[in-house]
């Protein structure tokens, strides 16, 4: 499925401790855009793999229902793809039906049922539940169904909404028995913290920023004390449109998509909301009554279709005015400006509003702020803002102390924890807060790196730093003259099928199994005598014996009937879905199978005996179910040539000379001024490893050029796992070998996770050369002991030993 770290690794967790299967109730605690529906979808797979057949997944409302439903439905925007499995997926709309009736019958059916909280909540007197009356399509009610499953592994999505109704939650999923509860959710409730071992898994918010997989938060302030509501709604729609006008540049500059920035305002009262609303349809706003959506609870059905298709490019959305209803699982990648009427405290922030606005729009960062950061209007004071910085902090930067994603954790709420040490550092126009050293050990051998966590910036600087981006966006960087393109032959694990077909059933061993029925096949008729014996009483006894047996008759079929028996049998599987397509693979199949079966016939026209007949039928259909399990559980790879690097990409910034680097490499910033490398302008994460290669690299008289890999590009091995590893460099020597580079720190270099990248590298470059048609290709891994040890490219071969 291609999960991201952090949500592998919370699987991983997860499968762990339910192991079990005491029903003991988890949680996952993981920042909003990190992809807890690709943990809830991996983990249903995982379980239909070791047997389970029944998992409930429960959400707090309509729009969350909705959104997991998606989640499962393929063809809509929001559909998971990647999972082996297809569940039989089972909604408040459609459980009382003959479809789900034999489902829910049927062991061998994968059930996902997916109901809100209040389904399945006992009856009272003024609310009664579907779910406890009696189907007569089930033969019970729905609960007493689910409660009898022995299997059932609950997974309660935005766990934390239901402490305010924990009571009549927990007493109802209590009653039904679970295997195992699993929470997901990015602010659990105190009383998890408080619970121990209850939070087996934490990824904070300045983990996934310092990851760069959500954007950077940069509240917005005025510092000439204007803080009415319409000064902060007319500087929010002025950005917004900012942000698509340099968002437009990059996409038209890149060939990407248009993903149109879309402004969000939380109010505190639906006359609010409409007032707002009211606003922002008018002149000097986003002045198009048709680009405004309001929504609350009452809100028809249109406007929440119009909700769910503000990503699409066509959607004439520009902003969403709210009350309380989007403040969770609403998780779409455009909310790129937010407004919050109402107070600025760290618990909305980071609950209601500020989780709103963190999914990137590519899926990663671009390198352009306009497009990276999510901007949170809050014309308070500048001075309360940075008053209020540590409650801010609190809940962006993970506390001291926090244990590895391994352990349980405790502590969090409540602030029992002191806050890592950081750094406020002025840097085009921001104020930003960084921590000042790896907050924690991940208990992978890396630690969260220093990274921008959280940004304040004036409103005019803010504009300022968009105008400057627009011209860098213009600006365009290509390949040092002279420099080759490099076809780089990356190595990917092919996606499994998501449904069986025919096509995974080759020619070949049909046509081996076909051999064996080149000769018709006997039916013995089994001859019995019954014999009569005196014995000493002169008592008689009747015994059988067996002879010799005769050959029965059977009843001869027409070949055209066999081929049309074994083309029908092998399309009526139930793992089939009848198209054209598989009809044109049965005829081939069968093709195969009787070419062989027939050979010693001499003629297609020789009429085949019943018991000929009848077991190619069964071994055919064997033949083709064990290919379908083969195909979707081995590991297969693909070769993707990548042409690196682009022959024309926008200008990077901010840069410097390499000759300013002196005892640590900036974050995000390009380093120019090389003489061999493919590209003027480099970034790094590493002094002590990747700028010595770079160095060392660039005034070698062997290495005729170098290149910077991006390092989320498409230039990348994968491993049977699934996880990729993206090297740092490549190298072509004087001799046209290429040579894939990694540096690596000492204490990273024995790691688990590193050996395994280095051993696939080895073996990838072994496996590309011998292909022939992309060169010799060799791959050189370097320690910072290694590189302490050489003074030259030479050097360094031998000291590695990669030169063998």
Not at 313 to 332: H, I, Q, T, Y
Not at 689 to 707: C, F, G, I
Not at 745 to 768: F, Q
Request: glycine letters at 6%; one cysteine or more; proline letters at 5%.
């Amino acid at each position: 499925m291609q999960l991201r770290d952090p949500n592998r690794r919370a699987v991983s967790k997860v499968v762990d401790e339910i192991q079990t299967g005491d029903g003991r109730e988890i949680v996952c605690d993981l920042a909003t855009g990190v992809g807890k529906t690709y943990i809830c979808r991996a983990l249903i797979d995982y379980l239909a793999e070791q047997g389970v057949r029944n998992i409930l997944i429960v959400t707090p409302g309509r729009t969350i229902q909705n959104k997991t439903v998606a989640n499962f439905t393929p063809g809509q925007p929001k559909f998971v793809p990647g999972g082996n499995y297809k569940p039989v997926v089972i909604t408040p709309d459609d459980y009382a039906g003959g479809r789900v009736g034999d489902a829910l019958h049927d062991p061998d059916a994968l059930k996902v049922f997916i109901f809100n909280v209040q389904l399945l909540t006992k009856p009272t007197a003024k609310a009664s539940r579907a779910a406890h009356k009696t189907d007569e399509s089930i033969g019970t009610a729905l609960y007493d169904h689910l409660r009898d499953a022995d299997d059932l592994v609950i997974i309660a999505d935005e766990h934390h909404v239901y402490r305010s109704e924990a009571k009549k939650f927990f007493e109802a999923v209590r009653d039904l028995g679970p295997r195992a509860l699993v929470g997901l959710t990015a602010t659990p409730d105190e009383a998890d913290y408080n619970a121990p071992g209850r939070v087996v898994f934490q990824y904070s918010l300045a983990e996934a920023i310092a990851d760069e997989l959500v954007k950077i938060p940069v509240i917005v302030y005025r510092e000439d004390g204007h803080t009415d509501v319409n000064t902060q709604l007319a500087d929010a729609c002025h950005l917004r449109k900012v942000k698509e006008e340099t968002t437009r540049e990059w996409a038209e500059r890149n060939g990407r998509p248009m993903v149109n920035p879309v402004l969000f305002v939380v109010c505190q009262s639906v006359e609010e909301a409409t007032d707002v609303a009211n606003t922002l349809a008018g002149p000097g706003f986003i002045d198009e009554p048709g680009a405004v959506l309001q929504v609350t609870s009452g809100s028809k059905d249109d406007a929440l279709e119009a909700l769910a298709g503000i990503e699409q490019p066509d959607s004439p959305v520009r902003a969403v005015v709210s009350v309380n209803m989007l403040k969770e699982g609403w998780d779409v990648k455009n909310i790129s400006v937010i407004v919050a009427l109402r107070t600025l405290a760290s618990k909305t922030l980071t609950e209601q509003i500020l989780g709103r606005g963190l999914r990137l729009p590519y899926g990663e960062r671009v390198g352009f702020s306009m497009v990276d950061t999510v901007d949170i209007i809050a014309h308070d004071s500048y001075r309360k803002l940075l008053a209020e910085k540590e409650a801010l902090l609190e809940h962006v930067l993970p506390q001291k102390g926090t244990q590895d994603s391994g352990s349980s954790l405790a502590g969090k709420a409540g602030g029992t924890r002191p806050l890592p040490a950081y750094n406020e550092v002025q840097t085009q126009g921001m104020l930003v807060f960084t921590a000042d050293a790896p907050v924690r050990d991940d208990g992978f051998g890396t630690d969260v790196p220093e990274a921008a966590y959280i940004g304040m910036a004036d409103m005019e600087h803010r504009l300022a730093e968009a105008g400057v981006e627009k011209k860098q966006i213009q600006q365009v960087m290509k390949p040092a003259d002279g420099a080759p393109a490099i076809k780089f032959p990356s190595k990917r694990l092919l996606e499994k099928p998501d449904t069986y077909s025919l096509s995974f059933v080759s020619s070949d061993s049909v046509a081996e199994k076909g051999k064996q029925f080149k000769h018709e096949i006997e039916v013995e008729l089994k001859r019995k005598a019954l014999n009569a014996s005196r014995d000493l009483d002169g008592n008689v006894t009747v015994h059988a014996q067996d002879q010799k047996s005769g050959v029965a008759t059977q009843r001869s079929w027409p070949i055209a009937k066999v081929r049309e028996d074994l083309e029908d049998r092998i399309l009526n599987l139930p793992q089939l879905k009848l198209t054209h397509d598989e009809v044109e693979h049965a005829q081939r199949l069968v093709h195969a199978f009787l070419g062989e079966a027939i050979e010693a016939d001499g003629e297609d026209s020789t009429p085949w005996e019943e018991a000929r007949a009848e077991l190619a039928l069964t071994q055919l259909e064997k033949l083709v179910v064990s290919s379908f399990k083969l195909k979707l559980v081995e590991t297969e790879h693909e070769i993707v040539t990548v042409t690196v690097p682009p022959p024309i990409q926008s200008w990077p910034q901010p840069t410097m000379s390499k000759m300013q680097i002196t005892d640590k490499v900036i974050r995000g910033m390009g380093y120019t001024d090389w003489g061999s490398s493919i590209l003027p302008v480099v970034h790094f994460d590493a002094l002590s490893t990747e700028v010595k290669l770079a160095n060392m690299m660039d005034v070698s008289p062997k290495v005729e050029w170098w290149l910077r890999l991006e390092s989320r590009g498409g230039t990348y091995i994968q491993l049977d796992n699934g996880s990729c590893y993206y090297p740092d460099f490549i190298a072509i020597d004087k001799d046209g070998v290429r040579w894939l580079v990694e540096g690596k720190s000492n204490a990273e270099a024995t790691s688990e996770s590193v050996l395994a990248k280095k051993a696939a590298a080895v073996a990838w470059a072994k496996e590309v050369t011998e292909l022939g048609q992309f060169g010799t290709w060799k791959y050189l891994f370097a320690t910072e002991a290694h590189l302490s040890q050489s003074n030259s490219w030479d050097t360094l071969l031998t000291v590695t030993g990669a030169r063998g």
